[in-house]
């Protein structure tokens, strides 16, 4: 599925039609370059799922907890890994195997410990403000 943003009022729409994708997935993998629009997204829909508390990007703590009235929400964000290991050491399998929903930016640092069944999320940007999105 392609989806085109040309604003950020589009983004709440857009977190929508990404929930409703996933089925009953819950681990969403999100890829594009550095200020692509991963973390706005995931804020996105953060809010969208009724996560009322400020949501950021969790760059320095590598997980972010969220809680909604019915769920756990966890964010990672592993740029600043240097290998697999540090993943395997936080214990990344109890948060990607509970059942919760998991956001991860910058999957590609841990190829080898991604589950099956992930939702991959592709953000190209095509200009300042304009992106598009692709979900498989």
Not at 53 to 69: A, D, G, L, R, W
Not at 74 to 103: I, M, P, V
Request: with cysteine.
């Amino acid at each position: 599925m392609e989806i085109q943003i040309e604003c950020e009022s589009q983004l709440i729409k857009t977190a929508k039609t990404i929930i409703e994708f996933a089925t009953q997935n819950k681990v969403f993998l999100f890829y594009g370059e550095m200020g692509a629009g991963k973390t706005t997204l995931i804020n996105a829909i953060c809010k969208h799922l009724g996560v009322v508390e400020h949501t950021s990007s969790p760059t320095f703590s590598i997980v972010n907890q969220y809680q909604t009235k019915q769920d756990e929400i966890f964010h990672f964000d592993f740029y600043r890994l240097k290998n697999q290991t540090e993943a395997l050491d936080l214990g990344y399998e109890e948060y990607f195997y509970s059942g919760a929903y998991c956001f991860v930016e910058w999957p590609e640092k841990i190829p080898d410990l991604l589950p099956p069944n992930c939702v991959k999320v592709k953000i190209t940007v095509l200009e300042e403000k304009k992106r598009m999105i692709f979900l498989t």
